[in-house]
Structures are given as structure tokens and as C-alpha cells.
């Protein structure tokens, strides 16, 4: 038994390395600025439920995505994949913690308007938690 739950900790740590050392790549071909310059202010809330908080800020600047609440909880900007489809763009961004885990972002810019959900995971040991939310944002600045 003791020999499985170590296994089962190099496994999950080796993961964490390796998604970690994918995520962390900077923005390449792949990657568009497509939304760079761009930033947007909205609520935030966990999905299916009311807005928790009404000044989440995200931005979009030299390839990469930044949330301001998820950057306090530390998870740093991190390199965006933007692609136009119509009058829309669609991006995803993995913001990845040193020690929490990570957050994948997905959403659409359409109308000057930013509609996204991201999901916070973190595997431990035994269970892995996972945590779904919401945010639409108006532009800042424009």
C-alpha cells in the first residue's frame, strides 16, 4: 500500500511538472496578440450563481493573459491562444500556481464585450477539487 500512494505522488508530481513546463512557454506561432492592448472590468462569480465580485479585471498585452484576481491568488499572466471566428474572437489561456494548482480560461471577445468561464483545478493525493466560474467584462478605456 505504501508503495502505491508513493507511486501515486511521483505520478502526480511529475504531471504537475510537466503541464506546468507546457504552460510557462512563451507566446509562439500559436499564440496570436489577436486581443493584445485590450483589457476588460466586469463581475465574477462561480457558475450558475450571482456575481461574487464586480471588479475582476482581465487584460490582454504582449501575447499574454492576465486576471487580477486570479494574479492575487498567484497565478501569474501566462501566454493567451486568440482565434477570430467571424465578428468574434475566441481565446484560452492555463494560468498555472506554483502551489494551487491551475485555472484554464475560455471565452469569446464579441461587440466589445468579454464573455468567458474558467475552471480552477488543484489535484491533491486522493481527490482533485475543481472549481467552475463566470465573468463578462465591459471594455476599460475606450
Same mark, same amino acid.
Given at each position: 500500500?505504501?508503495? !502505491?500512494? +508513493?507511486?501515486?505522488?511521483?505520478?502526480?508530481?511529475?504531471?504537475?511538472? *510537466?503541464?506546468?513546463?507546457? +504552460?510557462?512557454?512563451?507566446?509562439?506561432?500559436?499564440?496570436?496578440?489577436?486581443?493584445?492592448?485590450?483589457?476588460? !472590468? /466586469?463581475?465574477?462569480?462561480?457558475?450558475?450563481? *450571482?456575481?461574487?465580485? *464586480?471588479?475582476?479585471?482581465?487584460?490582454?498585452?504582449?501575447?499574454?493573459?492576465?486576471?487580477?484576481?486570479?494574479?492575487?491568488?498567484?497565478?501569474?499572466?501566462?501566454? &493567451?491562444?486568440?482565434?477570430?471566428?467571424?465578428?468574434?474572437?475566441?481565446?484560452?489561456?492555463?494560468?498555472?500556481? +506554483?502551489?494551487? /494548482?491551475?485555472?484554464?480560461?475560455?471565452?469569446?471577445?464579441?461587440?466589445?464585450?468579454?464573455? *468567458?468561464? &474558467?475552471?480552477?483545478?488543484?489535484?491533491?493525493?486522493?481527490?482533485?477539487?475543481?472549481?467552475? &466560474?463566470?465573468?463578462?467584462?465591459?471594455?476599460?478605456?475606450?
Amino acid at each position: 500500500m505504501m508503495r !502505491i500512494l +508513493a507511486a501515486s505522488r511521483v505520478l502526480a508530481l511529475a504531471a504537475l511538472i *510537466a503541464s506546468s513546463a507546457i +504552460a510557462q512557454q512563451p507566446a509562439g506561432p500559436a499564440a496570436s496578440g489577436e486581443l493584445d492592448g485590450l483589457s476588460f !472590468i /466586469g463581475p465574477t462569480g462561480p457558475r450558475g450563481e *450571482a456575481a461574487e465580485r *464586480a471588479d475582476e479585471r482581465v487584460e490582454f498585452a504582449g501575447g499574454r493573459f492576465r486576471s487580477s484576481v486570479c494574479e492575487q491568488m498567484g497565478f501569474p499572466p501566462n501566454a &493567451y491562444r486568440a482565434t477570430r471566428e467571424g465578428d468574434a474572437v475566441r481565446f484560452e489561456s492555463l494560468l498555472v500556481s +506554483a502551489k494551487d /494548482g491551475s485555472i484554464r480560461w475560455e471565452g469569446v471577445v464579441r461587440g466589445g464585450v468579454l464573455e *468567458a468561464n &474558467y475552471t480552477w483545478t488543484k489535484e491533491r493525493l486522493l481527490w482533485t477539487t475543481r472549481r467552475e &466560474y463566470w465573468f463578462k467584462g465591459a471594455p476599460v478605456g475606450r
